[in-house]
């Protein structure tokens, strides 16, 4: 990456740029909290967990995601990740059909147990995901279908 | 145009519910099962806690809180007040619900315009403030029993008076209440329309608002809620806290006795 | 200053169950106003919870997360009396602390 005669402004959006790289491909230490801005700009399950620096994720019978069958409304849809496999260091929300596919991304601790409820906006009806990620990098997954009768993104 | 096809297509899926009925039954279940999960952390709380601050807050031109406001149950008295609204108050002279005796309170304890908050739209200004009031006063009385008195002879007016109201078509589609909560079994797409005048659907009608709307993520009173109900009828508001909502008020809560209030609910 | 955070933290079994409750409008920036603008994306990044002042948690959120947010985890070993801080940022740099004990 060339620095030119650059403001100081774009130099400083270039090294964020930089970093947002780096911790995506988990080269800076996770306690930095670098906001993963390119997991949260995926596209696609796939680029989530590729953004994450994870390899390509297996269903796993030990990730739970909870959530209703069908949402009244996609404004508020109750979604639950959790798992019992060792060495987890984050859980993932994702909803596969929203404009920006991962929701949520919380970092495990000894001090938690990996089992995290929140509510997510879903657009439309699409499968949700959890996906959870060790300690070397491996990615295990869970997905259920969520049925939306009103979207959740709309004004 | 599109318009008057789709209420077309509402009217008749509100009154030809039956013989589908049974392939949407686990559909039904389905939203039940959503709604249960969002019962435990509802953001009403979080207007709750506002409304709480606001009751005891020295507002208004003449700096003073609401502690002294009489919901039926004697000044100050907020515990069991919401269950036994609309009721008849002596020193009005007239039958009020809750946002109608909030205005009393605000205009006659803090200077307040009760006038001005009326022709306030909803969400804004001291609108705001009322959302806040009406949800933590509805909450200290979550499951107490509605038990609405009709002792005084203006309360079984009011009551007539919401029943005739209830049953009145009128507007461009010739919509009344009774139109989609005037029998068992109704429905629109997937919402089941509570039958108003009897329980169990008055009691989860009426005992459910305030309720917080997480479509819009807003906290809507009942004056709110008969507004948006009025318009849906493509009908004109009668204007904010006024006898015919106040009416309506008596006739669903009368009709609602016994049943268990869950307000503030979490709705669509 | 933002709205308060409604925190309920309960001990059963040698473990606390913390559900919060948290005042955010969550705008996702895909939403336009009634003149056709985008109205801005205005949401919570990241949320962090400590134990008596010891960090256990800590989660990043995009927009998707549903307004006025719901969350609830469970933090090993906590028991009554003890203290639970629930932390906020949001994107315009705004956060907001809150502190329950634990009942």
């Given at each position: 990456?060339?620095l030119?005669?650059?403001?100081?402004r774009?130099?400083?959006?270039?090294?964020?740029?930089?970093?947002?790289?780096?911790?995506a491909a988990?080269?800076?230490?996770?306690?930095a909290?670098?906001?993963t801005?390119?997991?949260?700009?995926?596209?696609?399950?796939a680029?989530?967990?590729?953004?994450?620096?994870?390899g390509?994720?297996?269903?796993s019978?030990?990730?739970?995601?909870?959530?209703?069958?069908?949402?009244e409304?996609?404004?508020?849809?109750p979604?639950?990740?959790?798992?019992t496999?060792p060495?987890?260091?984050q859980l993932a929300?994702?909803?596969e059909?929203?404009p920006?596919?991962?929701?949520?991304?919380?970092?495990?601790?000894?001090?938690?147990?990996?089992?995290?409820?929140?509510r997510a906006?879903?657009?439309?009806?699409?499968?949700v995901?959890?996906?959870?990620?060790t300690?070397?990098?491996k990615?295990?997954y869970?997905?259920?279908e969520?049925?939306?009768?009103?979207?959740?993104?709309?004004? | 145009m599109?318009k008057?096809?789709?209420?077309?297509?509402?009217?008749?899926?509100?009154?030809?519910?039956?013989?589908?009925?049974?392939?949407q039954?686990?559909?039904?279940d389905?939203i039940?099962?959503?709604r249960e999960?969002?019962?435990d952390?509802n953001p009403?709380?979080l207007?709750e806690?506002?409304?709480?601050?606001l009751w005891k807050?020295?507002?208004?031109?003449k700096?003073a809180?609401?502690?002294?406001?009489?919901?039926?149950?004697?000044p100050g008295?907020?515990?069991?007040?919401f269950?036994?609204?609309?009721?008849?108050?002596?020193?009005?002279g007239?039958?009020?619900?809750?946002e109608?005796?909030l205005l009393?309170c605000m205009?006659?304890?803090q200077?307040?315009?009760?006038?001005?908050?009326?022709?306030?739209p909803?969400?804004?200004?001291?609108q705001?403030?009322l959302?806040?009031?009406?949800?933590w006063?509805?909450?200290?009385?979550?499951g107490?029993?509605?038990n609405?008195?009709?002792?005084?002879?203006q309360?079984?007016?009011?009551y007539?008076v919401?029943?005739?109201?209830?049953y009145?078509?009128?507007g461009?589609h010739?919509?009344?209440?009774?139109?989609?909560?005037?029998?068992?079994?109704?429905?629109?797409?997937?919402?089941?329309?509570?039958?108003?005048t009897r329980?169990?659907?008055?009691?989860?009608?009426?005992?459910?608002?305030?309720a917080?709307?997480v479509s819009?993520?807003?906290?809507?009173?009942?004056?709110?809620?008969?507004n948006?109900?009025?318009?849906?009828q493509?009908?004109?508001y009668?204007?904010?806290?006024?006898d015919?909502?106040?009416?309506?008020?008596?006739?669903?809560?009368?009709?609602g006795k016994?049943?268990?209030s869950?307000?503030?609910?979490?709705k669509? | 200053?933002?709205d308060p955070m409604?925190?309920?933290?309960q001990?059963s079994g040698?473990?606390v169950?913390?559900?919060?409750?948290?005042?955010?409008?969550?705008?996702?920036?895909q939403?336009k106003?009634?003149?056709?603008?985008?109205?801005?994306?205005?949401?919570?990044?990241?949320?962090?919870?400590?134990?008596?002042?010891?960090?256990?948690?800590?989660?990043?959120?995009?927009?998707?997360?549903s307004?006025n947010?719901?969350?609830?985890f469970?933090v090993?070993g906590?028991?009554?009396g003890?203290?639970?801080?629930?932390t906020?940022?949001?994107n315009h740099?705004?956060?907001?602390?809150?502190e329950?004990?634990?009942?």
């Amino acid at each position: 990456m060339t620095l030119r005669r650059t403001s100081r402004r774009t130099a400083l959006q270039q090294s964020l740029a930089v970093a947002g790289m780096l911790a995506a491909a988990g080269l800076l230490p996770r306690t930095a909290l670098a906001y993963t801005q390119g997991a949260f700009d995926a596209k696609s399950v796939a680029d989530v967990i590729k953004a994450l620096g994870a390899g390509a994720p297996a269903e796993s019978k030990d990730v739970t995601i909870t959530g209703p069958d069908i949402a009244e409304n996609g404004a508020v849809v109750p979604l639950g990740a959790s798992t019992t496999l060792p060495n987890v260091k984050q859980l993932a929300m994702l909803v596969e059909k929203n404009p920006n596919t991962m929701v949520a991304l919380f970092n495990v601790t000894d001090a938690v147990e990996p089992n995290f409820l929140t509510r997510a906006k879903l657009g439309q009806s699409s499968d949700v995901y959890a996906v959870a990620i060790t300690d070397d990098g491996k990615a295990f997954y869970a997905k259920k279908e969520v049925k939306v009768t009103l979207g959740g993104c709309g004004g | 145009m599109r318009k008057t096809t789709l209420c077309a297509v509402l009217a008749l899926a509100a009154t030809a519910a039956g013989p589908q009925a049974w392939a949407q039954k686990s559909t039904a279940d389905g939203i039940a099962e959503y709604r249960e999960m969002l019962q435990d952390g509802n953001p009403a709380e979080l207007f709750e806690a506002k409304g709480e601050d606001l009751w005891k807050q020295k507002r208004g031109p003449k700096a003073a809180s609401l502690e002294r406001c009489d919901l039926g149950r004697g000044p100050g008295v907020v515990k069991g007040a919401f269950v036994e609204l609309p009721r008849y108050f002596a020193d009005t002279g007239r039958v009020q619900d809750l946002e109608s005796r909030l205005l009393t309170c605000m205009e006659t304890l803090q200077g307040l315009n009760a006038a001005e908050i009326a022709r306030t739209p909803f969400g804004k200004g001291e609108q705001k403030n009322l959302e806040g009031l009406v949800a933590w006063i509805a909450a200290e009385s979550r499951g107490m029993k509605l038990n609405l008195p009709q002792s005084h002879a203006q309360e079984r007016q009011m009551y007539e008076v919401g029943k005739r109201v209830f049953y009145l078509r009128g507007g461009t589609h010739d919509f009344a209440c009774a139109s989609c909560h005037g029998a068992d079994g109704k429905r629109i797409r997937l919402q089941d329309l509570p039958n108003l005048t009897r329980n169990p659907g008055a009691g989860a009608g009426f005992g459910a608002w305030p309720a917080y709307r997480v479509s819009s993520g807003e906290l809507w009173g009942m004056q709110r809620r008969l507004n948006d109900c009025f318009r849906q009828q493509r009908f004109p508001y009668p204007g904010y806290a006024s006898d015919v909502t106040i009416a309506l008020g008596v006739f669903m809560g009368v009709n609602g006795k016994g049943s268990v209030s869950t307000a503030p609910a979490i709705k669509r | 200053m933002a709205d308060p955070m409604r925190i309920r933290a309960q001990a059963s079994g040698g473990n606390v169950t913390v559900r919060v409750l948290m005042a955010h409008e969550m705008e996702t920036g895909q939403r336009k106003d009634a003149s056709g603008k985008v109205i801005p994306a205005w949401f919570i990044q990241e949320v962090s919870a400590a134990l008596n002042g010891k960090a256990v948690l800590t989660a990043e959120w995009g927009p998707a997360v549903s307004k006025n947010p719901f969350m609830q985890f469970t933090v090993k070993g906590a028991k009554a009396g003890d203290k639970i801080a629930i932390t906020w940022k949001d994107n315009h740099g705004d956060t907001r602390t809150d502190e329950a004990t634990v009942s």
